[in-house]
């Protein structure tokens, strides 16, 4: 990709998100905030083939979860995120030049048509951003790199929309995963204190089943808006470690939204997998007003990252 399309890329399309990166590095002394497509320091071909490498290798070494259902991208996949959509990252660099990754995630747009739909979120004719996969450095010493990525993809999305009003903002996360929803919480609490609306509502949840088993936890679906804030039900979500975990989590979701009205199932496949989306006809929970209690459950397992050998990228380097 030639240099002049990746400065038109962030003149235009990348221009809201570059510049709430370059407001949140503000804040840090040794911490860079960027959209790494627009980020100077890594243009050359040959910087970006170690990058995409070196983001491969921080979501195989950062990422816990089942082990049978993995969400890692490999080198080739984050590659084909990096060519359809921006990726914002923060990172450090250190004494020797090398760069630290911190955290990273990828913002997905959709377009549902009659012969091509997101199974996730099977709206007819939706257009829409999709804000999940966020993901940050274990057991690092720098906090709230999370929800500073929230807040600059959230406060980009609000200006976009003012400007372009006919697409959802979707917040996806783990029935389990408080964190996440904590980071998205605290991007709409950052949005709020710039004197604008913002916050999330669930609108409803998916499965993954394979062979009729599920296969990952039920996964909660957010709707941001910005417009009157807006105080819903206050819920609980509390689970336990069974030996059926996936389905006992299934089990209290069911019990605590069946007020709510839950829709019958929209069934779409995804590759191997069959995901059942159900909609709410009330969708009056906000996410500042839920509590998650994984009691455990969120820990992940004992999964053994692939083997990595190779040196991390050098700033200014042109070599892999």
Same mark, same amino acid.
């Given at each position: 990709?030639?240099?002049?399309?990746?400065?038109?890329?962030?003149?235009?399309?990348?221009?809201?998100?570059?510049?709430?990166?370059?407001?949140?590095?503000?804040?840090?002394?040794?911490?860079?905030?960027s959209?790494?497509?627009?980020?100077?320091?890594?243009?050359?071909?040959?910087?970006?083939?170690?990058?995409?490498?070196?983001i491969?290798?921080?979501?195989?070494?950062?990422?816990l979860?089942?082990?049978?259902?993995?969400?890692?991208?490999?080198?080739?996949?984050v590659? *084909?995120? =990096?060519?359809?959509?921006? $990726?914002?990252? %923060? !990172?450090?660099?250190?004494? /020797?030049?090398?760069?630290?990754? #911190?955290?990273?995630?990828?913002?997905?747009?959709?377009?549902?048509?009659?012969?091509?739909?997101?199974?996730?979120?099977?709206?007819?004719?939706?257009?829409?951003?999709?804000?999940?996969?966020?993901?940050?450095?274990?057991?690092?010493?720098?906090?709230?790199?999370?929800?500073?990525?929230?807040?600059?993809?959230?406060?980009?999305?609000?200006?976009?929309?003012?400007?372009?009003?006919?697409?959802?903002?979707?917040?996806?996360?783990?029935?389990?995963?408080?964190?996440?929803?904590?980071?998205?919480?605290?991007?709409?609490?950052?949005?709020?204190?710039?004197?604008?609306?913002?916050?999330?509502?669930?609108?409803?949840?998916?499965?993954?089943?394979?062979?009729?088993?599920?296969?990952?936890?039920?996964?909660?679906?957010?709707?941001?808006?910005?417009? *009157?804030? =807006?105080?819903?039900?206050? $819920?609980?979500? %509390? !689970?336990?470690?069974?030996? /059926?975990?996936?389905e006992?989590? #299934?089990?209290?979701?069911?019990?605590?939204?069946?007020?709510?009205?839950?829709?019958?199932?929209?069934?779409?496949?995804?590759?191997?997998?069959?995901?059942?989306?159900?909609?709410?006809?009330d969708?009056?929970?906000?996410?500042?007003?839920?509590?998650?209690?994984?009691?455990?459950?969120?820990?992940?397992?004992?999964r053994?990252?692939?083997?990595?050998?190779?040196?991390?990228?050098?700033?200014?380097?042109?070599?892999?």
């Amino acid at each position: 990709m030639k240099r002049t399309r990746f400065f038109e890329r962030c003149s235009h399309s990348y221009q809201y998100l570059t510049q709430m990166c370059a407001r949140i590095t503000e804040e840090y002394p040794d911490i860079t905030f960027s959209v790494v497509q627009c980020d100077p320091n890594f243009q050359s071909p040959m910087q970006i083939i170690s990058l995409v490498k070196d983001i491969s290798d921080f979501y195989n070494e950062n990422w816990l979860g089942n082990a049978d259902y993995i969400h890692i991208p490999d080198a080739r996949k984050v590659l *084909d995120n =990096y060519l359809k959509y921006p $990726i914002i990252m %923060a !990172y450090k660099t250190n004494a /020797d030049g090398e760069i630290e990754i #911190l955290g990273i995630s990828t913002l997905k747009y959709y377009q549902n048509t009659d012969t091509c739909i997101n199974p996730y979120y099977p709206i007819p004719n939706a257009r829409f951003f999709e804000v999940t996969g966020i993901l940050t450095k274990q057991n690092s010493e720098e906090k709230n790199i999370g929800k500073k990525i929230y807040e600059i993809i959230i406060e980009a999305l609000e200006k976009y929309q003012s400007i372009m009003p006919d697409f959802d903002v979707i917040f996806v996360a783990d029935c389990r995963n408080y964190m996440s929803i904590n980071g998205a919480r605290g991007g709409a609490h950052y949005i709020r204190n710039l004197g604008k609306n913002a916050y999330a509502k669930i609108i409803g949840f998916y499965t993954v089943r394979e062979n009729g088993t599920l296969v990952e936890a039920p996964t909660f679906i957010a709707k941001f808006s910005f417009d *009157d804030y =807006y105080s819903g039900s206050k $819920i609980e979500f %509390a !689970y336990e470690d069974t030996d /059926d975990l996936f389905e006992s989590m #299934l089990e209290k979701i069911r019990c605590n939204l069946d007020k709510f009205h839950i829709n019958e199932a929209i069934y779409n496949n995804d590759e191997t997998s069959e995901v059942a989306f159900y909609k709410l006809d009330d969708d009056s929970i906000n996410l500042d007003d839920i509590t998650i209690l994984p009691n455990g459950t969120e820990k992940g397992n004992d999964r053994i990252p692939w083997p990595v050998t190779r040196k991390r990228l050098k700033v200014g380097a042109n070599n892999v």
